[in-house]
């Protein structure tokens, strides 16, 4: 069974600049995560979907991210513009049963 | 609200040695409970999970933990350490379909 695929692996941009995530969850899988994990930090969750529509998003910083899922199967996490502050490793989850969450190998950003 | 608190930020054993991971919780009722590992550069994996069964649970790669609720603890063992279980150890807690990690245990294991 493939796992959860994410892309780039690593990614380098300015301040201000826009950058976007792609993750493709587990075949079959309703529920997929996006997580922001700073170096040193737990990762926390940033937004929930469940299919394509929004369970949770109260983490998100609204004013310069967003994500979506177009026909609840990939979706895309993006920053416009970045700060300094959201360099982190950003991991994507998905899911059948709500606690048992499968892992991307996430997306190494570094803001400068 | 629902949290967990990782007594150690970094442990080092020797290879062979047992192993312990602290973890706390704060939760207002019986908790869903999770120990997940994170080698370098690859994703997050589930060890082992604490679902109100047995309060000893069993995972992989040898690795166990229990639920101890009067002292609102699941730390995570091995009896004997091996130089691939050096890693980064998160003890999580599950509530409201989501879940709290905490901050981590960076496992060293010396040869």
């Known amino acids: 069974e493939a796992g959860v695929a994410q892309s780039p692996r690593y990614k380098i941009i300015e301040k201000r600049q826009s950058v976007a995530f792609w993750c493709n969850p587990i075949?079959?899988?309703?529920?997929l995560y996006w997580y922001q994990q700073i170096l040193g930090q737990g990762p926390k969750l940033l937004i929930q979907f469940q299919n394509n529509g929004v369970v949770d998003d109260s983490q998100l910083p609204k004013d310069r991210f967003s994500a979506e899922r177009l026909k609840g199967v990939d979706s895309t996490l993006k920053i416009q513009p970045a700060k300094l502050e959201d360099s982190a490793v950003y991991l994507c989850?998905?899911?059948?049963?709500?606690?048992?969450?499968?892992f991307g190998p996430g997306t190494r950003l570094t803001v400068t | 609200a629902q949290s967990v608190t990782q007594l150690d930020s970094h442990v080092s054993v020797s290879e062979g040695t047992p192993v312990l991971l602290r973890c706390n919780y704060s939760?207002?009722?019986?908790?869903?409970l999770f120990w997940y590992v994170q080698h370098p550069n690859k994703g997050l994996q589930l060890l082992l999970k604490?679902?109100?069964?047995?309060?000893l649970v069993k995972g992989i790669n040898g690795f166990e933990a229990e639920f101890k609720k009067s002292e609102t603890s699941f730390h995570l063992t091995k009896p004997s350490a091996h130089m691939s279980d050096a890693a980064e150890y998160f003890c999580v807690v599950g509530s409201a379909r989501q879940l709290t990690f905490g901050s981590g245990t960076q496992l060293t294991v010396l040869p």
């Open positions: 939760s207002s009722y019986s908790p869903s």
């Open positions: 604490y679902t109100s069964a047995a309060t």
């Open positions: 989850a998905s899911s059948l049963s709500p606690y048992e969450q499968y």
């Open positions: 075949s079959g899988h309703a529920t």
